[in-house]
């Protein structure tokens, strides 16, 4: 089955990606993997503060996710798989792509103005003739509408 791999947070571009996967998905008959991704702490002194963040940024992550997922099972029908993982992004990412070969596009939103994010920059460089799946950019500029006349 055709996987998009959408990577989330709370950005209206991450949105606008997930909502382009999840109209590809239902009308291919695919399906969506949600991954969000929690943030590692800055190293502080005390473990304990460190380790109260961290669970804080997971509990955040985790609810970001489930929302999302429930938002689209309700509007198109679509039962996404979903991930929170800890760790570097980019390493994250390239674990998913090799443990999961059924992801068929990596879709990733771009900001609608400003560089774009680590993520992009990493997978369409010079690495994205590595990739074992196409990535799609979904531009933040694009309006609901547009995004559904697209996907």
Same mark, same amino acid.
């Given at each position: 089955?055709?996987?998009? +791999?959408?990577?989330?947070?709370?950005? @209206?571009?991450?949105?606008?990606? +997930?909502?382009?996967?999840?109209?590809?998905?239902?009308?291919?008959?695919?399906?969506?993997?949600?991954?969000?991704?929690?943030?590692?702490?800055?190293?502080? $002194?005390?473990?304990?503060?460190?380790?109260?963040?961290?669970?804080?940024?997971?509990?955040? $992550?985790?609810?970001?996710?489930?929302?999302?997922?429930g938002?689209?099972?309700?509007?198109?029908?679509v039962?996404?798989?979903?991930?929170?993982?800890?760790? @570097?992004? *980019?390493?994250?990412?390239? $674990?998913?792509?090799?443990?999961?070969?059924?992801?068929?596009? +990596?879709? +990733?939103?771009?900001?609608a103005?400003?560089?774009?994010?680590?993520?992009? $920059?990493?997978?369409?460089? *010079?690495n994205?003739?590595?990739l074992?799946?196409?990535?799609?950019?979904?531009?933040?500029?694009?309006?609901?509408?547009?995004?559904?006349?697209?996907?």
């Amino acid at each position: 089955m055709r996987t998009y +791999l959408v990577v989330i947070d709370e950005t @209206d571009e991450a949105r606008l990606a +997930l909502r382009f996967a999840s109209r590809r998905a239902a009308k291919t008959g695919g399906a969506v993997h949600i991954l969000a991704l929690v943030e590692q702490a800055d190293f502080v $002194a005390w473990g304990g503060v460190q380790a109260t963040m961290e669970a804080e940024a997971r509990v955040r $992550a985790e609810e970001l996710v489930t929302a999302a997922a429930g938002s689209i099972f309700e509007e198109l029908g679509v039962r996404p798989a979903i991930t929170v993982k800890s760790g @570097d992004a *980019i390493e994250v990412v390239k $674990a998913m792509l090799a443990e999961h070969p059924e992801i068929a596009a +990596l879709v +990733l939103g771009s900001a609608a103005q400003g560089a774009p994010g680590p993520l992009i $920059a990493h997978f369409t460089g *010079i690495n994205a003739g590595t990739l074992p799946c196409p990535v799609m950019v979904i531009p933040g500029s694009l309006s609901d509408k547009g995004l559904d006349d697209l996907s």
